[in-house]
Structures are given as structure tokens and as C-alpha cells.
């Protein structure tokens, strides 16, 4: 018979080595999960590096069997979810639970378990998740396209957590799409007329990002990311310390040609992020960046090549989405970031989202440049 299951909270380096060690090893077979950088999943998990626990609070729990460690699971709080509107998908009593692994049934029964427990004793009475940890992290679990690898900041999960955490109880709330295209061929007929219309437009501007001016030009998308997705389900503001923390983080893999700001008459309305698929230039350091993966990677991003590039944020201001102007803009920005993502990256794929699945403006942009959805995350709710 098999030992019992038992779950601990994370209190030591040697629980934390083994929280972020487990998905090493459970997907240590699995062909098309992409290895995270440890030091960046340590980050995240630690009050002293990630500002996110400014305004929240986590657990985390490692499941053992016999002294092994086979699954885990973050049970949080975060004060900014609780002040949502319910109908975006926060409010009062909403708690998440998240970084979910297991190597077997049993495991992740108790561990949602214990998420919950955990949960109900800070009063929470609806537990959402995965969130691992917030919307802005890996929302959501993969239940459609575990046969081809995630692009950067995406996540990967064994086929099987899905019947597990409907097992416990759980129901779909919302599901978050990614997009792929082939970007090595022209967009159809109509987008095209819709982009050169509005190059002869002399109060469009589609410019770069000046990466000079770093601080000022990301204060600028962040102003246009919180008025564009601020009724979106799950938007969560980022706080100062966290938009300096991202900042940080996300520099190094920013590249002026590939975000671009949309001007109107001068004043900025829009935006496109597009990254480099990071995971393509850290698949073979196993994790780690020492001691020569730091060299490797920062070898590769002085002048990456790459096969994919993600989108992962785009927004227009308020004021004018459901427009007719909102959408050339969009195309534009997408037109201009494929040339160059062809002539100076080498990429022939892009990956659009993720997009919620009741944004429609965002799906039919993405289904008038023939892109088709790829991979479907499902974030899930329960009534504690």
C-alpha cells in the first residue's frame, strides 16, 4: 500500500529548492514543456525580490509521500482582487490558489484541499484559480495545445490536471486564448488596403519605442494598458513597484522595433508589445544560468534569431475601441512588427494572446489576419 500523503508548508531553502525542482522532474519526459530560468521562479515565489506581496499574501504548500515530494500547489489573498468588481472576476471572499503540479490523483486532491483550508481560514468563500500567482504571471491552465511547447511568460501542464481539478469540484469561469499565424506571407487583401489608407492618413503616427527613454515610454503603454483593459475580466492594476520590478525584468528582451506606439493627431492611443520567444533561446540551459547559461543567453539577445514571436499585450484607449479607427491601428501596428520581425529576427511564426474569450474586438482582429486559436487556458472557480 502506499504511503499517505501529507502536506507541508514551504518554510525552508531546502522546501523552497524542492517546490521549484518538482516541475523538473514531473515534466522531466515530457518533450514540449520548456524549462523555466530557476532564479526568475525563486523570484517569484519570494516577498524580498517579487512587490506583488505588497498587497497579498501566499502559502506554499509541497505534498510528500514517503519523504518524496510529489506535487504543490500556492494558495493566495491579494487585497487589489479583493476590491475588484465580482463582475470582473474579484470582490470580497475571492481568494486564488496556483503553481499546481502533481504526480498523481491523490496528490492533487489533497493539496486543492489544503489551498482551500488555507483560504476559508482568511475568510475566503470562492476560490479561483490557477493563478500562478496573479493575472499577470501564468493565468490559467492548459487544457488545449499541450502537443506543440509555450511561448515566453506561458504555461505548460500535464493533460491530466484538468479532470483532477474538475474532480474537486471546480467549473470553468473563463477561458484565455492564444493565437498562431504564419508571418511570413502578406496579410489578406482587405487588411492591407486598411493599412495603406491609414499611411496616407497624415494624423496617424505608428512609431517605435525609444528605448533611451525607457522609464518615460513604458510609463506610456502602462498608462494605455490600465485605461484599455481596466473593465477586462481579472484586470488587476499593477502598482508602481511592480511596474518597476517588470521594467526590470522585461528590458533586456526589449527591442525597439518590435513594441510600437500608435499616435493620433499626437496624442498616444495605442499600443503593441512583441517579444522574442524567450523560450527558444532558454530551452537548452536546463534552468540555470550558471555557470556558462548567463553567457549563452546573453550571447543570443544581442542579436536574437528566433523562429517565434509572441504578442502578449496590446491595447487601444477606451474611448475609441468598437471603432472603425481602433482596428487600423491594430493592423498597422501588427503590419509594421512583421516586416521587421521577418528581416531582422528571422521569425516566420507569431503567437497572439493571451485574449479573453468574450474580447471580441481583440478575436476578430486576430481572425482577420487568418490566425487561428492554438492553445486554450481555463481559469476555474469554486464556491468554499
Not at 501529507?6 to 515534466?27: C, E, G
Not at 524549462?35 to 506581496?53: A, C, M
Not at 470553468?172 to 482587405?190: A, H, Q, S, W
Not at 483593459?229 to 484586470?235: A, E, K, L, T
Request: hydrophobic letters at 45%.
Amino acid at each position: 500500500m502506499n504511503a499517505p500523503v501529507t502536506i507541508q508548508p514551504v518554510v525552508s531553502k531546502a522546501d523552497r529548492k524542492a517546490f521549484v525542482d518538482l516541475a523538473f522532474t514531473h515534466y522531466a519526459n515530457d518533450p514540449n514543456w520548456v524549462p523555466p530560468l530557476k532564479d526568475e521562479v525563486h523570484g517569484l515565489i519570494s516577498p524580498r525580490s517579487n512587490p506583488w506581496f505588497g498587497h497579498a499574501e501566499a502559502v506554499f504548500l509541497l505534498a510528500r509521500r514517503g519523504g518524496r515530494v510529489v506535487g504543490r500547489i500556492s494558495a493566495q489573498v491579494d487585497q487589489l482582487v479583493l476590491a475588484m468588481p465580482p463582475e470582473q472576476g474579484g470582490g470580497p471572499g475571492v481568494g486564488h490558489w496556483g503553481m499546481f503540479e502533481a504526480d498523481d490523483a491523490e496528490a492533487a486532491a489533497a493539496l486543492i484541499a489544503a489551498a482551500e483550508e488555507w483560504l476559508r481560514g482568511r475568510g475566503m468563500t470562492q476560490a479561483i484559480g490557477p493563478m500562478s500567482l496573479s493575472v499577470w504571471d501564468e493565468p490559467g491552465l492548459l487544457v488545449s495545445g499541450a502537443d506543440h511547447p509555450p511561448t515566453v511568460m506561458m504555461g505548460h501542464h500535464d493533460p491530466a490536471y484538468e479532470g483532477w481539478i474538475e474532480a474537486a469540484g471546480y467549473r470553468g469561469v473563463k477561458d484565455l486564448f492564444t493565437y498562431d499565424l504564419d508571418i511570413t506571407g502578406e496579410f489578406p487583401p482587405l487588411i492591407q488596403r486598411i493599412v495603406s489608407s491609414g499611411e496616407r492618413n497624415a494624423r496617424i503616427r505608428i512609431r517605435k519605442v525609444d528605448k533611451s527613454r525607457f522609464d518615460e515610454e513604458a510609463a506610456l503603454v502602462l498608462g494605455i494598458l490600465n485605461n484599455a483593459w481596466s473593465d477586462n475580466w481579472g484586470f488587476v492594476p499593477l502598482t508602481d513597484a511592480e511596474i518597476a520590478y517588470a521594467g526590470k525584468k522585461l528590458k533586456p528582451i526589449v527591442y525597439e522595433d518590435l513594441i510600437r506606439i500608435a499616435e493620433v493627431e499626437g496624442e498616444p492611443v495605442a499600443f503593441m508589445m512583441t517579444l522574442p520567444d524567450l523560450n527558444e533561446m532558454t530551452r537548452d540551459l536546463g534552468g540555470s544560468l550558471f555557470p556558462f547559461g548567463f553567457v549563452k543567453l546573453l550571447w543570443r539577445l544581442r542579436n536574437p534569431k528566433v523562429r517565434t514571436m509572441r504578442v502578449p499585450l496590446m491595447g487601444v484607449v477606451k474611448r475609441l475601441q468598437a471603432t472603425r479607427l481602433a482596428s487600423q491601428l491594430a493592423f498597422m501596428m501588427i503590419e509594421y512588427i512583421r516586416r521587421d520581425a521577418i528581416t531582422r529576427y528571422g521569425a516566420t511564426r507569431g503567437e497572439i494572446g493571451w485574449v479573453l474569450e468574450d474580447n471580441q474586438g481583440m478575436r476578430a482582429i486576430a481572425e482577420a489576419i487568418d490566425s487561428k486559436v492554438n492553445k486554450v487556458y481555463r481559469v476555474y472557480e469554486k464556491t468554499l
